[in-house]
Each structure stands twice: as C-alpha cells, then as structure tokens.
C-alpha cells in the first residue's frame, strides 16, 4: 500500500489547509501569485526587488483574486546558480516582513530549499506555507524542521539541481516515477506528522517539454494521493519554445495549459498572471455546473 496511517494523520481527501489554526477551504480550486524577488527570475527578474514595488506586487495578486502570496528570492530556473545563505536572506526577510506588515491576513507561502531559511523566517513573521522545490532532497532537514514548527509543506518533484536538471533528464515513465517519488517523500512526512502537504509534480524541472505534456495529459493520476494538487506551468519553455515565442508572449499558452490542469484536478495555480487565472477557474466552473 502506498499510504499507511500513523497517530497523528491519516490519509483522505484534503479539501483545506490548516496555517496556524485558519483553514483554507481548497474544495474550490485558488490561485498563487508569485512575488520573486530575484534579479535573474526567468520572465520577471529584477522587477520587485524594493519595498515600493514589492507592496505592489502584493496589492495586484490579492486585487485580482490570489488566495496565497508565494515570494522567492533564489532564481531556480533551469541552469540557474545556487546563490548564499545570506544572499536568499538578505532578499527574502525584508520582502516577507512588509508584505506580512501590510497585508497581515494574506496567507504567505516561502519559495526555498533551505531548512535554515524556514527558521529564520519563521522567527519573523510566524507561520507560513513552505514551497520547497526539491521534495525535501537538498536539505536533510527540512522535513524535521517543518514537523517541529508545524507548518504547511509544498512537496514538488525536481530531478537534480537547477544548473544541472536539464541535462538530458531520462525517465522510463515520467509519471509513475514522479508519483512513486512523491508517496516515499509523502510517507515521510506524515511519519513525522505533517499532515498539511501539497503536492507538485514538478513541470519543468528536471523535464523535456515531452515529459511536461506527459505528466499534464495524465495529471489525474495524481488524484490516488487525495491531497491538494499545485500546478505551476506559467510562462514556461514548454509553452513559450512549443509556439516559438517568448516568455512574455506566453499569457496565452499558459491560461490554455492552466485550463487543461483544472480539468485534470488541480486545486492551486501558481502563476505570474492572477487575473487571467481566476477567470479560468471561474469559466471551468461554469463548464463543469453546466454538465450537472
């Protein structure tokens, strides 16, 4: 069996987040806005990196609709270079610091891999949603830290480091992997009592646009975990290299793919465009009503 239960949590359907005693309901799919603070971000790089436009940025993903505010301050796009531990800081603490400030009900999710970070973060503005794009396999202890400090916890599938991961990735089945990499990363946490995890499989890391479209068309399969499923396709090279345009020209491509994801079950779009997203949700929705 791929879930067992233990004292703490069980496995069954996941219709809400517990951050520090506030559920949010997730029975109706939601959108997360990103908020990078990094100069070297693929497609908006370098654009909220002061405390004006950082505020900014926040007010726009909460107008238009966002639930969560997902802010990273370490580019991990593919061939990226791993920056320090105060580097990420340095960025990081006072973004998440005005933004907690300013927009003190937001739920805010972390962009890191760093079990250190989540610490220190946590030590300034209390609870968050950890977003860790390496499933827990860069930091051996990041899943003790979030157990300890019972947070929320993004579990996404990454195959290698970001200068690394799209050397020739190779799966025999990209979706039976990713799902069996999950469940062993899963089955750890919730040893540990985290009960309050997502699940990402990952598009675009450590993937070929051909394993990308795989793991879409098959995204269903991913419902056997019965928790909340986060999809992040916005503005990729899946998109923007298949039409042959540029990550600024990929709004359209991305609401096509953000679409497809709802109908094969995601519960969480991340994405640069809030409006845009909501409005598919809103229009799949209707789709889905209308067949009753």
């Known amino acids: 069996m791929l879930f067992t239960r233990n004292d703490k949590c069980f496995y069954k359907k996941k219709y809400s987040l517990n951050l520090n005693g506030r559920l949010i309901d997730l029975s109706f799919p939601v959108v997360m806005g990103i908020l990078n603070t990094t100069p070297d971000s693929f497609y908006d790089g370098g654009a909220y990196t002061s405390d004006l436009t950082i505020l900014k940025r926040s007010s726009q993903i909460i107008g238009e609709g966002g639930e969560f505010i997902d802010i990273g301050a370490m580019s991990t796009r593919p061939g990226a270079r791993e920056i320090s531990l105060q580097q990420e800081l340095d960025r990081l603490i006072p973004a998440v610091k005005i933004v907690r400030r300013e927009f003190p009900d937001v739920a805010l999710s972390v962009d890191t891999y760093r079990s250190e970070v989540v610490r220190l973060v946590f030590r300034e503005i209390g609870d968050f949603i950890v977003n860790d794009i390496s499933g827990g396999t860069f930091d051996n202890h990041m899943f003790d830290t979030v157990a300890e400090l019972n947070l929320p916890y993004i579990l996404m599938h990454s195959k290698g480091r970001s200068d690394t ?3 020739n990735p190779v799966y025999e089945d990209v979706v039976k992997e990713v799902i069996f990499f999950l469940s062993s990363q899963v089955q750890k946490l919730k040893q540990l009592g985290v009960c309050d995890i997502i699940i990402d499989p990952g598009f675009g890391f450590g993937k070929t646009a051909g394993h990308n479209f795989e793991l ?7 419902r056997i975990f019965e928790l909340p499923l986060l999809v992040g396709l916005s503005r990729k090279a ?7 345009v540029t990550p600024d020209m990929s709004l359209n491509g991305t609401s096509v793919l953000n679409t497809i994801a709802l109908a094969g079950g995601s519960d969480i779009l991340r994405v640069h465009d809030v409006r845009e997203a909501v409005e598919a949700i809103h229009l799949v929705d209707k789709i889905k009503k209308s067949t009753k």
């Open 165 to 167: 991961m799209q050397d």
């Open 216 to 222: 879409l068309n098959r995204l269903d399969a991913f």
């Open 238 to 244: 899946m998109i923007w290299k298949e039409l042959n």
